[in-house]
Nanobody, 128 residues
Framework: EEQLVESGGGLVQVGGSLRLSCTVS????????MGWIRQSTTKEREGVSCLRWNGINTYYRDSVKGRFTISRASAKNTLYLQMTNLKPEDTATYFC?????????????????????WGQGTQVTVSS
């Protein structure tokens, strides 16, 4: 079973940047789509971004387009989320997830039900 370990969260001011990392141990990585989901006390769970298993196709929710970039380093089994121009509404716990099935998911949308193996989460707090 995979283990996903997120890191990189923290407290930043509005307009600041953070890079989240998710390191995966286990057999699923390169051939599986992965993504980031966030959850806060004031909002329902949101699919933020996903990267298709081919490493090329991506999805971003509208509120983060142009500010967040998802990428991966296959040699390190690590998924990243570069976040810039952070806003208070980005405050949440960010979870890394990996698709349930090989060569699936992240086709023009982010469906949380396509993913499992959540990490423990990393807290991002943006202060105004």
């Amino acid at each position: 079973e995979e283990q996903l370990v997120e890191s990189g969260g923290g407290l930043v001011q509005v307009g600041g940047s953070l890079r989240l990392s998710c390191t995966v141990s286990g057999s699923r990585f390169g051939d599986y789509s992965m993504g980031w989901i966030r959850q806060s006390t004031t909002k329902e769970r949101e699919g933020v971004s996903c990267l298709r298993w081919n490493g090329i196709n991506t999805y971003y929710r509208d509120s983060v387009k142009g500010r967040f970039t998802i990428s991966r380093a296959s040699a390190k089994n690590t998924l990243y989320l570069q976040m810039t121009n952070l806003k208070p509404e980005d405050t949440a716990t960010y979870f890394c997830v990996i698709a349930k099935r090989l060569h699936s998911a992240c086709v023009g949308e982010f469906r949380p039900e396509d993913y499992d193996s959540w990490g423990q989460g990393t807290q991002v707090t943006v202060s105004s």
